[in-house]
Every structure is written in C-alpha cells, then in structure tokens.
C-alpha cells in the first residue's frame, strides 16, 4: 500500500503559484519523498526529490517539515501543460535495497486559464 | 540519450492467448520495474529485475512472469489473458536505489 495521502484534486488558476501537499506521517529515516506527474496517456515523469532538506530545480520546488511527516510540492508558475495527475511517494534510497515504488491515486491537477 | 522504450505500442489481443511485452532501459540503468495501470487508476506494481532476477514483487498472480537479458533489458509475460488485464503496461528503468525512475510511454494492451 502507499504510504502516502493526497487530496485527489485540486484548480489552479494559469500563472500562479501550484501547491501540492502530501501527508507521509510513517516517513522513516531513511526514507526519501518522490514527486511524478502523468499527463494524460503518457509514462510518469519524475519531478523532483528530496530526504530533509528543501530542494528546487527547474521544474519545482520541494518544501519538506521539518519532523518529515508531510511536504509540498510547488509548481511557481503553473501553466496549462501542467494539467496532470501528480503522485507523491516515499522511497528508501539505500543502493543496496531493493525498493520498488508504490504509487497511490495521486493529486489531479487542473490548471484553469 | 534514449530514455526508456517500450515495445509495441498497442497490442490487441484474445481471452486464453499469451502475450510478451518488451522494454529497453535507459543508458545506464540497470534495474527495470514493470507496472500495470487500469484506466483512472495509478499505476499498480508488478515486479522488478535487477541483475536478471525477480527482486521484488506486487499482488499479481503467477501468470505475470518476467525476465530480464544480460544487457539490462527486460520482457513481461502474461499468460492466459483474461478481460481484466486490458491496461497499460509501464516499464520504469534506475540505478538501483538511486534517483528517480525513467519511465516509458508504455503498452496498450486491449484483450478482447
């Protein structure tokens, strides 16, 4: 199962800021949050991550809690492209773990012109 | 760089028949993860090879079987199609353990 709850929708409006949350209250320590999105009929494509510190990159930003039981992912200047199903998952990151990625329902989002 | 490709691309098929889909990672990786997704659902995991064996497995039953070739490239199998496997079929590629996955655009299995 995921181990992570999302709204599963959300509107935003074209040009502003898209704020994404995602509660992972079981998050362990050695744990790392992983954003995707899917557009429709297309693979996941893989956003943005990050273990405790906040990170940004071309795409997004990752604003993580500090006790690591929730995070929110920022789009800052969402645009119609960005209509898609967002998924937010936790994932140990050790090479010598044989993890695998378990998505839930995710957050649609609508980005409204 | 070529990302992850998956091989066909629509594949229609018949209740009872056996079908192979295929999948090449992205340079690079060397583990490959195969997901199913039913329509308005998310994807759903199946297993995932690494050094050309089953690792780890979701709740699928034995007729998803898999395989994995020296060059880091991998089949899924699925036998005696049922009305109920007709999804579409994600092949996600990584280093094991490190950074996100590559997915590709996935197979589009219809059985009729």
């Known amino acids: 199962d995921a181990k992570t709850t999302q709204p599963p929708s959300m509107d935003c409006a074209e040009g502003r800021a898209a704020n994404l949350p995602c509660n992972h209250s079981t998050i362990s320590g050695n744990e790392y949050v992983y954003w995707y999105r899917q557009i429709h009929s297309q693979g996941p494509q893989y956003i943005i991550h990050?273990?405790?510190n906040n990170e940004t990159n071309e795409m997004a930003s990752l604003i993580i809690t500090e006790d690591r039981k929730s995070s929110t992912l920022i789009l800052p200047h969402a645009t119609l492209r960005d209509t898609a199903v967002y998924y937010c998952i936790v994932r140990v990151g050790k090479k010598t773990s044989y993890d695998k990625v378990i998505f839930g329902p995710g957050t649609s989002l609508s980005v409204i012109p | 760089d070529a990302g992850v490709t998956q091989s066909p691309t629509h594949l229609i098929k018949t209740r009872g028949q056996q079908v192979t889909l295929r999948c090449s990672p992205k340079s690079g990786h060397d583990t490959v993860s195969w997901y199913q997704q039913a329509l308005g659902q998310g994807p759903q995991f199946i297993f995932q090879y690494y050094e050309e064996e089953e690792r780890q497995r979701g709740n699928f039953p034995d007729r998803f079987s898999g395989h994995q070739f020296p060059n880091y490239s991998s089949e899924l199998n699925v036998n005696a199609l049922l009305l109920g496997d007709s999804a579409l079929y994600l092949c996600a590629s990584s280093s094991q353990g490190v950074g996100g996955y590559t997915f590709g655009s996935g197979t589009r299995l219809t059985v009729v």
């Open positions: 990050g273990l405790k």
